[in-house]
């Protein structure tokens, strides 16, 4: 996940910085660290787990409940490893560290909420590369179907340019998600501007505006049947001013939604409907 190789040499940085073991549960404590530093993350765990309970009442630096948190979620125990970045944020040992390690076991846990409010809290306690965590925990809540969380979380990050294309791109699918229509267009054109060469939000632009042109297309097309309809019936005639009339209000509908496809056409040449629908409105005009 984001930032985890930078608190990983954070990790490498507290090895060692234990003080007045008892010898075995010293030596239990170094065989930890070679296996931690070996990136035997299990056996690091086991290891850190076996000394912690037989400390008896020898004192040691509290940053070590940070280590052995890492270890833990590493080697995928991750309700374990929480109690141990508590302890950590109790004694104030890497505590953004140790709030974003949070949020990343209950990500792993499907425990979107508290995901969530723990990389918030990493980011009030001053962790470095926020846009990073912002896009995880913006991650988690759109799979967590929190929208408006996801809205908000993906907003921050493409304001950090963390991930920004795939931000914008996810904000404007919350959006959607939210049946805010209007700002799930906007948000894509902001897109589509900032990242002309992105295929995912170009396509789905482009998506937008053939729905669009073809509310239009049909308007024009239910003016230009229901004239037809008369003449059938008729009560009207083709020659008659009032039939021109009508077809020239369906021809007004056609054009503007020529000029709505067009958009969707030059963001994705390769939009069938849009390609379709546009042949159809040349067709009558």
Do not use: H
């Amino acid at each position: 996940m984001n930032g985890m190789k930078r608190i990983y040499f954070s990790i490498v940085f507290l090895l060692g910085a234990f003080v007045g073991f008892a010898q075995d549960a010293a030596e239990t404590i170094n065989n930890a660290n070679e296996a931690l530093k070996s990136k035997d993350y299990a056996k690091a765990f086991e290891l850190y787990e076996s000394a912690m309970n037989n400390l008896g009442d020898v004192q040691i630096d509290a940053a070590i409940n940070f280590n052995i948190g890492f270890a833990g979620f590493q080697a995928e125990k991750y309700e374990a490893s929480l109690k141990y970045f508590d302890k950590a944020i109790a004694a104030g040992a890497n505590v953004a560290g140790s709030y974003e390690y949070k949020g990343n076991a209950y990500a792993k846990m499907d425990n979107s909420k508290e995901a969530i409010a723990s990389y918030l809290k990493a980011i009030e306690s001053g962790a470095e590369g926020k846009g990073g965590i912002y896009y995880n925990a913006a991650i988690v809540a759109f799979k967590g179907k929190l929208y408006d969380q996801a809205v908000e979380l993906f907003g921050n990050a493409f304001t950090e340019n963390t991930n920004a294309e795939n931000a914008i791109f996810y904000k404007a699918a919350s959006l959607k998600k939210l049946n805010k229509d209007e700002d799930y267009k906007q948000t894509l054109i902001l897109g589509a501007e900032k990242f002309p060469g992105n295929d995912k939000i170009a396509s789905a632009l482009a998506s937008v505006y053939v729905s669009e042109g073809n509310s239009v297309y049909k308007k024009g097309a239910a003016i230009l049947t229901g004239a037809n309809a008369k003449v059938t019936a008729g009560t009207l005639k083709t020659s008659d001013p009032a039939y021109n009339e009508e077809v020239e209000k369906a021809k007004v509908e056609f054009k503007a939604a020529l000029v709505i496809l067009e958009k969707a056409k030059a963001l994705d040449a390769g939009n069938a409907n849009a390609a379709k629908l546009i042949d159809a409105c040349k067709a009558v005009l």
